[in-house]
């Protein structure tokens, strides 16, 4: 029921949002960028640390699962090796996203230093004066 309730209230939305004007939309559009542009600048550091933090718990917690599989008593049953299956699958997307988000984050990096680097060097106009 509180399925429906969700369901219900997007699509709901989702017809008010199609039934705007232009200037409707692009106010609208303008007002979600200044609550995004607000909530990157309040919660910038808590979100980087969730990026990073919730795929190594989900790898963490795959890695205890076959950890409690390999020490389980007795022949395995469907459910377990189904389980452990998905717990594969977990630890082999999450670390696959984890390594991408470590890539993008050092490029990243390196394109900001890259930029500071060059406000700080003196411009060739300066010198040739």
Request: aromatic residues 14%; glycine residues 8%.
């Amino acid at each position: 029921m509180e399925y429906l309730t969700l369901a219900c209230s997007i699509g709901a939305l989702l017809i008010s949002v199609f039934q705007m004007s232009r200037e409707g939309r692009s106010d609208m559009k303008a007002f979600l960028w200044k609550v995004f542009n607000w909530t990157k600048r309040a919660f910038g550091w808590l979100s980087l640390v969730l990026v990073f933090c919730i795929p190594i718990s989900v790898m963490t917690s795959s890695v205890y699962a076959f950890v409690r599989f390999d020490g389980g008593q007795g022949p395995a049953t469907r459910h377990e090796v189904v389980m452990l299956f998905l717990h594969f699958f977990n630890l082999v997307m999450y670390g696959s996203l984890l390594m991408v988000l470590v890539v993008i984050g050092i490029k990243a990096y390196k394109d900001l230093q890259k930029e500071i680097a060059e406000k700080e060097s003196p411009s060739e106009e300066g010198l040739s004066g």
